[in-house]
Each structure stands twice: as structure tokens, then as C-alpha cells.
């Protein structure tokens, strides 16, 4: 599966390496229990809100690191 920041969130944490990667940029996000409601919303969408101005400005960085994943 091709992973992005276009991607949802629950497919990203479905994949190990796309769950690396939100650690690598938000560590303990994966294992914040809040993540369950955001499953649905694209990871762009996700550093869309205020909450995530600090990891968005890393936005095109993680989606590189996403879409490395998918090789």
C-alpha cells in the first residue's frame, strides 16, 4: 500500500513502517488512545489542526518518509 500524508490515519498505523514514522515525528502518538477517533481523517488533514502546528511544519519530511515507505 502507497502511504502519504494523503493517507487515513488508521492505514498509516496499520503499517509498521508508516507507524515508525509518525513516532519518528510525534513520538507517542501511535500509542495516544485519542488516535482512534482520528482514524478516518487524512494525516494532512490530522497537522491541519492548531494541536499539530509543531509537526506540520515538518509536513513535506513526513511524506517523504511516508511514501519511502510504500518501496
Do not use: F
Not at 26 to 31: D, K, M, N
Not at 39 to 47: C, D, E, S
Not at 48 to 67: C, T
Amino acid at each position: 500500500m502507497a502511504l502519504s500524508v494523503d493517507s487515513k490515519v488508521k492505514d498509516i498505523m496499520r503499517s509498521p513502517e508508516g507507524k515508525a514514522v509518525m513516532e519518528k515525528w510525534a513520538p507517542g502518538s501511535t500509542s495516544n488512545p485519542s488516535m482512534r477517533l482520528v482514524g478516518a481523517l487524512t494525516y494532512r488533514k490530522l497537522l491541519s489542526y492548531p494541536e499539530s502546528a509543531e509537526v506540520a511544519v515538518h509536513l513535506e519530511e513526513i511524506d517523504a518518509d511516508l511514501r519511502a515507505c510504500s518501496r
